[in-house]
């Protein structure tokens, strides 16, 4: 593997160059031709920022992250990276990849009568703002996502930032943002109907910085259900996908087909 380590205004650690050349060498699996990888450490006032560029199979792949120590922000580049190559793999192969850190289970429900199972997909737990989780859909070619938003609200509630999850996704032509208010979970009380519920104003959709503007709408139509009850109602509805508000979890889920089979994206706990 070609794999070159810089640092910039910063200076790479054997310790830290061993962690990311064990960490980054996984990827290899996903490739039949790898030409190269670049990867470049540095500081930035507080933030230890790592970034990375993979050639391989004709494509390049980029990924920039972020976090309080170069460790952490190493794990979370490899993170992004991983799942930006394994949306693309399988666009292009037509069959399932499975990420190597990807956290997986399998649940079963009784559904009329018949067991009926589906596969449990963990999203990631950092925090990011409306304008980054759009993007990063856009980049997965996926129409739909759920992401951690907590602390960009309110940061000195920790309740609040360890719960409060965000969907965006595709309602026709138009993107919608659903979140649920503070208030409600602070109170452990929930209505959906009065869920924060936003249309996306795209105004220019660039890859790089786009600008969206969120207008809220007067109430949300997220239903509450039961993950059975999603189950079936996706199985008798042609639609690719249902967020919905999960009342088994208090959490906002979201059931979706991948081929002939279902699977459904929760919070991290």
Not at 153 to 177: L, P
Request: with cysteine.
């Amino acid at each position: 593997m070609n794999l070159t380590i810089t640092g910039r205004n910063f200076e790479v650690s054997d310790s830290i160059r061993e962690y990311a050349e064990k960490k980054l060498s996984k990827l290899t699996k996903y490739f039949h031709q790898l030409i190269d990888m670049h990867v470049w450490l540095l500081i930035e006032r507080q933030d230890h920022i790592a970034e990375i560029t993979i050639n391989g199979d004709g494509v390049q792949f980029y990924a920039k992250e972020k976090a309080g120590d170069m460790y952490s922000s190493i794990d979370l580049l490899l993170d992004k990276i991983e799942q930006q190559i394994v949306r693309y793999k399988e666009r292009h192969s037509g069959h399932k990849v499975t990420p190597l850190s990807e956290l997986e289970d399998i649940a079963t429900f009784t559904v009329k009568g018949e067991q009926s199972s589906i596969t449990v997909r963990q999203v990631s737990n950092k925090p990011v703002d409306e304008k980054e989780a759009y993007l990063q859909m856009k980049l997965d070619g996926s129409d739909f996502t759920l992401f951690k938003k907590g602390e960009k609200s309110i940061k000195d509630s920790v309740d609040y930032m360890n719960k409060n999850y965000a969907a965006i996704y595709k309602d026709g032509n138009e993107y919608t943002m659903v979140e649920i208010p503070f208030e409600m979970i602070q109170e452990n009380s929930f209505n959906p109907s009065k869920f924060n519920e936003y249309t996306l104003e795209i105004k220019n959709d660039s890859s790089v910085n786009p600008d969206i503007k969120f207008k809220k709408k007067k109430s949300c139509n997220v239903k509450m259900m039961a993950v059975n009850e999603a189950v079936i109602e996706i199985t008798k509805n042609n639609t690719p996908f249902i967020v919905f508000f999960n009342t088994e979890t208090n959490y906002l889920n979201i059931i979706y087909k991948h081929g002939k089979n279902l699977e459904l994206l929760v919070p991290a706990f």
